[in-house]
């Protein structure tokens, strides 16, 4: 994929604002920057929260507050001259090429890690006895990071990380224009201790950061429902998730990710934006018996690729207190998103394995009769996207180091609001079947014929090149008895992807996944 819009221009400011500490070639005003520049709010995605925790222990807190800039891009500098100097603090406001620096006071840098004492966390029992009081610094701009619309880059700019060693000089801090971080960064301790039953989570921005930065009082509180569960199950560990509308007091759910105007709506982009997805036959097919239920299940792995030229590019913006998010396909130009349009639905799967978010519309899988009518089909329907198997490095467009997308990023988790999944040019999304209700149940079939067809797009939502080449079927011939099944594969086009001749007994090809795990292929090439 190619540099997406922001990349090279964050880098650009990055640079610039580290020559601008050292030589200092700034404004400087005496007044702090309240009511005259960019400032922040608490948002969460949803209101109310299950937390569940095994017995003995206590419930982590976690409830997905994220803090988002409001009016551009919120950006802090601390910095000193020399190591005899103590550390000044500035919000920096950029108008154009002019940037303007306003003084803070020195409490509000805390060795490096951020901003002291910024987030304030209390938690309620049900009778209102304070189980929790904690202040937390904040460090703009780390943790997970989300997109709360489309009219910022839509790749975040700023450092990532606070902190530094004894030998730190100068730090930048900053949530760009449209994008929102945690706000207790990459966690936090916090814990409930208490029994089970309902508290009430309150977190605030500190009355002495709202005047310093002139946050309003309806955008500085959201509070959160919160049911803490023993359990002796592992259904949703150790976290589930709640619904519901605004909570009490303050800003909850009601002002989270939503795309902008700033990227127009598209029914007809030009064919040199759209991506091409093309379905490959099934692989990977063997036998599974399951001794419980004396039944028989058809195993295999199926590969959807992009063709290009360009991304497949599906961001997810959250509803208001929903494990439900609204899916849209972004086209890219010269590596900056020129259109979107509506491609579906992003769910929650807070089973265990999962954890994370799904795009609903990217394929489907199916049985079919020898006279290809559909016997059954798979009850994989959701997927996360990303780049597991290269399959044409020469095409235009082709991403050849796509790794940075990777998969522990891509589907977000529980508290995202937002959330981005990438198939670039030249890749394929690869999932292994070996569930019962994903994979086929054959018990009851006669011996024969039959087909596996892999379908991208099933539902014609996603905009691409061509429909064409949507459909793939894989023939198959299934021959044994109950329990001891065996599967033929005939070659494709000469390609023996059994690699023994075309004749599968009982094993197949052995793809190790362990049981209530979603498992992605790990071959490339």
């Known amino acids: 994929m190619s540099a997406p819009r922001g990349r090279h221009s964050g880098a650009v400011a990055f640079a610039l604002s580290v020559a601008l500490l050292v030589t200092g ?83 509000v840098e805390n060795d490096w890690m951020g901003l002291s004492r910024f987030i304030h966390i209390v938690v309620t029992d049900a009778g209102g006895v304070t189980v929790l009081d904690r202040y937390h610094s904040f460090c703009p701009g780390s943790g997970e990071l989300a997109r709360v619309s489309d009219d910022g880059p839509d790749v975040a700019t700023y450092p990532q990380f606070c902190g530094g060693n004894p030998f730190t000089l100068g730090s930048v801090w900053g949530i760009d224009s449209g994008w929102a971080s945690s706000a207790f960064g990459y966690g936090t ?10 508290y009430t989570a309150t977190v605030s921005i500190n009355p ?29 560990l150790p976290f589930c998730e709640g619904t519901g509308r605004s909570g009490r007091g303050g800003r909850a759910a009601a002002a989270v990710a939503t795309p902008s105007s700033s990227v127009p709506i598209m029914t007809d982009p030009d064919p040199s934006i759209r991506p091409d997805l093309i379905a490959l036959p099934a692989w990977g097919i063997s036998i599974n018996h399951q001794r419980r239920g004396n039944r028989d299940f058809l195993d295999f792995g199926a590969t959807v ?55 609903e519309q990217f394929a489907r899988y199916s049985l079919l009769a020898g006279d290809e009518t559909q016997i059954v089909r798979s009850e994989k329907t959701a997927f996360c996207l990303a780049p597991t198997d290269a399959i044409d490095m020469t095409v235009p467009g082709a991403d050849w180091s796509p790794y940075s997308i990777g998969l522990s990023t891509a589907c977000g988790s529980r508290a995202s609001i937002w959330t981005r999944e990438v198939l670039p040019t030249g890749w394929g999304d690869t999932y292994f079947q070996g569930l019962p209700g994903q994979s086929f149940d054959i018990t009851d079939l006669p011996n024969g014929t039959y087909f596996i ?51 599968s007994g009982g094993g197949g090809v052995s793809v190790p996944r362990p049981q209530h795990v979603e498992m992605r292929s790990l071959v490339v090439g």
Not at 466 to 478: K, M, P
Request: proline residues 8%; aromatic residues 8%; glycine residues 12%.
């Open 453 to 503: 067809a892999v379908q991208a797009n099933p539902d014609g939502l996603l905009i691409e090149g061509s429909t064409a080449n949507n459909t793939e079927l894989r023939e198959i011939r299934l021959r044994g008895t109950r329990g001891n099944r065996r599967v033929i594969v005939p070659p494709w086009h000469g390609i023996d992807t059994e690699g023994n001749g075309g004749n």
């Open 208 to 236: 002495e950061y709202q005047s310093l930065l002139g946050i309003q009082p309806a955008d500085a509180t959201i509070s959160v429902d919160v049911r803490v569960k023993t359990t002796k199950g592992n259904t949703c």
């Open 25 to 107: 070639f700034v404004s400087a005003p005496v007044a702090h920057a309240a009511g005259n520049g960019p400032s922040v709010r608490l948002i969460a995605g949803t209101d109310k929260v299950t937390l569940k925790r095994p017995p003995g222990r206590r419930a982590y807190l976690d409830i997905g507050a994220y803090v988002a800039s409001i009016g551009g891009a919120f950006e802090i500098w601390a910095s000193r001259p020399d190591y005899d100097t103590p550390v000044s603090v500035w919000q920096v406001v950029r108008s154009g090429s002019s940037i303007t620096k306003y003084p803070l006071p020195s409490w």
């Open 305 to 359: 690729w992009n063709r290009g030229p360009s991304p497949l590019v599906v961001e997810g913006f959250r509803r208001p207190g929903e494990p439900v998010m609204d899916g849209w396909e972004y086209f890219y130009s010269g590596g900056e998103p020129v259109g979107r349009a509506l491609a579906g639905d992003l769910m929650y799967d807070a089973r265990p394995g999962h954890q994370h978010w799904h795009f």
């Open 189 to 198: 301790n916090d814990t409930i201790k208490g029994p089970d039953g309902h």
